[in-house]
């Protein structure tokens, strides 16, 4: 079998993206933005984080609004890469309403896998448990569609991508060796992801 054939290639037309994707990548980039504005950017941390319940910061809508935020160009710039990539596959094969669904339930279960799991007293940003959550999603669907790594660059089955990837979060949560990363809210979003998935009784694509 030859793996170019079935090698993964996202959109790169910005006009043609799926409309939740779209629209996830703008209001991304431009609560980045409102985070690096003085003032405004104090006010977004401090209410819009995810604070543990215990710290006194903690608000009901902070398992959905930390899911705009990012503590960097780097964290931003990973998390909706992977974004684009993989969810633009996911939405066009479920459609916008599930895609949707499915995003906000992942970050919201990493939301909560996270506060139940890690006790410091610091915020939780960023999108990284619903991406992975989609991640998730991508390896459930197309198994068997290739992805080529950066480093090395080598092709691989989306269904031991995902497998790899929560492996070494599993590994990173439990031992504690990658400190300020939401390890726990990674495992969440997957969790969750495949909890749904199986509940809504989806199908992948088998390529072979």
Do not use: C
């Amino acid at each position: 079998m030859n793996y170019q054939s079935d090698q993964y290639q996202p959109n790169s037309q910005f006009s043609v993206f799926p409309p939740a994707v779209k629209n996830l990548l703008i209001v991304n980039a431009l609560v980045f933005f409102g985070l690096n504005t003085p003032g405004l950017g104090k006010f977004l941390y401090q209410f819009a984080a995810l604070w543990p319940v215990g710290s006194g910061k903690f608000e009901i809508w902070q398992p959905v609004s930390y899911l705009f935020l990012h503590a960097g160009f780097a964290h931003i710039f990973f998390n909706l890469f992977a974004l684009w990539v993989f969810g633009q596959a996911i939405e066009n094969y479920w459609g916008t309403k599930r895609f949707t669904v499915y995003y906000f339930i992942t970050g919201i279960g990493a939301a909560i896998t996270q506060l139940l799991f890690v006790n410091a007293n610091v915020p939780t940003v960023g999108a990284s448990g619903a991406v992975y959550g989609i991640l998730l999603a991508f390896g459930m669907m197309f198994p068997n569609r290739y992805i080529i790594l950066l480093i090395p660059p080598i092709p691989i089955k989306a269904k031991y991508f995902v497998a790899i990837f929560g492996g070494i979060e599993l590994m990173n949560g439990v031992l504690g060796t990658q400190a300020g990363v939401a390890n726990f809210a990674h495992l969440g979003g997957m969790l969750f992801g495949y909890a749904l998935i199986k509940y809504w009784g989806l199908k992948g694509i088998n390529d072979e």
